[in-house]
């Protein structure tokens, strides 16, 4: 589409035919590929030394913020992406937000959050700036839009004052997280309340595609930070049976959880339910923050003596396994009649690998990991053959 001077900021059809990704969005979730190499590599380092929960707690605030800043852009571009000037400088503003908040994710881990709540805030800006618009040239939706400007900037002054109160040290580190989590709550309340006038007019097959694309983006993280793993190894010439075994145990866990994923027809579902259309998209959050950077401390522990145990090691891979596997089921059942993951098997499968780890200190991550791959794998092929028998080509 060309770049047009200045046009009216209109609500787009619900039913337009073959709505893809705009070169703009895809721009926009590559700048997010660094917040997110960011925050993963800051737990990865946590886990190795042996701090799995302290570094967890840092990286799904940090997530929250990185997370949230994509949903809010997304589901506005669904609705209103005009493709003007306007429209793309004050999106390039919100990029230029996550990469400030990418560049302050290490200093959170000694409780640094100035340089995260900076780039948060400019991206905010932007994203008013854009409901401020809609509201102002879209008359049929404007009570909508403004209640989202208005929520916004409020909930933005809380985390300010969130900030500031945590920095001199008024709140406790305990309030704090207090305060963090009602502040996040009422952050998910935005949208369910600035639609009550009227709901905007998001394109389901868009938005489908627009949350499988950031999948493939995290995915392609997990690949990234199991290559630095990898990397370390060959540095170091520790190749061994284990680091082999993890090696491709990771591959196949990459393949898998990427067929698992896009087996089920979210853009139709969505389509046919918009009602449940909040817990499918809040539901990501975890499968988002599953998809972490685990693989790269066992891979990294094949060829080094991490302070972090196996026990704890193989723990961080079954749980971002076992958490993408039970989320993926939950947030398609409000919206799919029938899923395709039964959950029986989605059970059964998330049950083993919760289970594996506790052979760790007897086996080694290695044999963990590679029973982990093994159980998705045939997750995958008893879906795929009980789906064929039921809809015969």
């Not at 709550?185 to 394109?203: F, I, M, N, S, Y």
């Not at 026990?311 to 799919?336: D, K, N, R, T």
């Not at 044999?367 to 008893?382: E, T």
Request: proline share 4%; with cysteine.
């Amino acid at each position: 589409m060309s770049t047009r001077i200045r046009i009216r900021m209109s609500a787009r059809p619900i039913d337009e035919p073959h709505r893809a990704a705009s070169q703009l969005e895809l721009l926009f979730d590559l700048v997010f590929v660094v917040a997110v190499a960011a925050a993963t590599a800051q737990l990865a380092h946590h886990i190795a030394d042996g701090h799995a929960w302290t570094g967890l707690a840092g990286f799904l605030q940090v997530f929250f913020a990185i997370w949230w800043a994509w949903m809010n852009f997304t589901w506005f571009a669904s609705s209103y992406d005009t493709d003007d000037v306007a429209y793309r400088l004050l999106t390039m503003v919100q990029m230029a937000g996550v990469l400030v908040l990418a560049a302050g994710v290490p200093a959170t881990a000694t409780g640094d959050y100035r340089a995260v709540a900076a780039g948060y805030l400019v991206m905010r800006i932007g994203l008013v700036t854009q409901w401020l618009r809609a509201g102002l040239e879209d008359p049929a939706r404007r009570r909508t839009a403004f209640r989202y400007a208005a929520g916004i900037t409020v909930l933005q002054v809380g985390w300010v004052g969130w900030l500031l109160l945590g920095e001199t040290g008024v709140l406790s580190p305990g309030t704090r997280t207090v305060c963090f989590l009602a502040l996040a709550a009422a952050e998910l309340a935005v949208p369910h309340w600035a639609e009550r006038p009227g709901a905007t007019t998001w394109h389901p097959h868009h938005i489908a595609k627009r949350y499988g694309l950031f999948t493939i983006i995290l995915l392609g993280e997990s690949v990234l930070a199991a290559i630095s793993g990898v990397r370390g190894a060959l540095q170091a010439a520790e190749i061994s049976a284990a680091f082999v075994t993890i090696a491709v145990s990771g591959l196949v866990l990459l393949f898998a959880t990427w067929w698992l994923y896009f087996l089920e027809p979210a853009g139709d579902g969505l389509r046919d339910r918009r009602e449940g259309s909040y817990l499918w998209g809040y539901g990501h959050f975890g499968i988002f923050a599953a998809l972490g950077a685990s693989l790269e401390v066992a891979v990294e522990d094949t060829g080094h003596h991490l302070p972090a145990s196996p026990l704890l090691i193989s723990y961080a891979v079954a749980a971002s396994v076992g958490v993408f596997l039970v989320l993926l089921w939950l947030v398609h059942v409000p919206i799919v009649a029938r899923t395709v993951l039964r959950p029986g098997a989605v059970s059964a499968c998330a049950t083993v690998v919760f289970l594996l780890p506790l052979a760790a200190p007897w086996t080694g991550v290695a044999v963990v990991v590679a029973g982990i791959a093994a159980a998705c794998a045939l997750l995958v092929a008893f879906t795929i053959t009980l789906e064929r028998k039921r809809s015969p080509s």
